[in-house]
């Protein structure tokens, strides 16, 4: 209430900010107003899947860097004074870790997503894409010069069409085929190896998003991708705020493509480099991965025991993955439950549009090693209970 009266105050001395509350209001009547909350609860709501955020592994890693004077800021780009020795060596080792030619280190897999996508597609090019992919892909799409198309969800068949389609009408570059391993709101996964032999055989690139499959999923967790990684027509992003505990994005792909990346992609280029100090917990991240294997087991083990008991107990078809949707439709009623399983510890959040399609408002739960079996039974039980009751 103390917030709306603010806003009203301050409306009234500067009428220029009205349309923008009437903005406000209006996602506010739609159920699709967002505020700012801090964590608390036990987690079903972060992408920390294997507890590294507070790991103290990497936490040690860190208090030694900064002993031996590792800088906490960059202070200018890359292609400036912003080169950190602790960038190229993360980059170089995450190259041997993943199986790519060469890696570079971005900001983050919203930075990194936009410049990808804004910078190698060419004009004569031509993208097709999941319909569902993440905001940032369709951001850096949408910067492109490249024309191109979404087409429904894991449809190899749409695809392939699409590609025929624009062939047909003069289309003389090369078609973009760009998907998610494993899809941040519904936690399925995409046929990788269909989508890769379509780009082989109609002279293409395949450009993979492993944001949350990465550290989890694949040999050594290195993703759905892993088998891919290295060809000189796929590229492949790596987000490291996820799995890995962190913050940045690596993104893999040939020497040259690496090299179109740093002179072309104005995201790389014009932005200050990430902090030395996040280089150095990314690669210490990627050396949990390959020293403590019993961390994806456990998480792995988790997830099955979570979509087990989300099938039996909720009724609700599952992904079989760390992300579990669980489908309320209406945003109002999304929202309601979501708030109910907060006031009891568990902290889970309502996911509506336009993050995700008009009527598919649900709760997204996300498996982490930051909970245990005992705590997913007891937040499975008592969302059990507020669906029932919210039906009534």
Known sequence: ???????????????????????????????RRRALAPPAGLDFTSNDYLGLATSPRLRAALLAAIDRGVPAGAGGSRLLRGNHPEHEALEAEAARFFGAERMLYFNGGYTA????????????DFVVHDALIHASAHAGIAAGRAPAVAVAHNDVAAFEQAIRTWRAAGGSGHPWIVAESL???????APLAELMALADSHDGFLYVDEAHATG?????????????????????????????????ALVGASAILCDVLVNHAAPFIYATAPSPLQAVLVREALGVLADEPERRERELT????????????????????????????????????????????????AIRPPTVPAGTARLRIAITLNVDEEAIERMVDRLAVAMKEERR
């Open 113 to 124: 997503n936009l410049a990808v996508l804004s910078t190698l597609p060419q004009r004569n």
């Open 1 to 31: 209430m103390t917030g709306q009266v603010l806003i009203s105050q301050t409306l009234a001395s500067r009428p220029r900010l009205a349309r923008y509350e009437a903005r406000l209001r209006q996602f506010e009547r739609k159920g």
């Open 183 to 189: 899809y941040s709101m519904d936690g399925d996964t």
């Open 216 to 248: 989890v999923h694949g040999p050594g967790g290195r993703g759905f991708a892993a088998a891919l990684e290295g060809r000189d027509n796929v590229v492949v992003l790596h987000t490291c705020g996820k799995a890995l505990g962190s913050s940045g």
């Open 302 to 349: 988790l997830t099955a025991f979570a979509n087990r008991l989300v099938t039996e107990r909720l009724g609700v078809e599952t992904s079989n993955s760390q992300i579990l949707p669980v489908i309320i439709g209406d945003n109002e009623r999304c929202l309601a439950l979501a708030e109910r399983m907060q006031a009891e510890g568990f902290d889970i959040r």
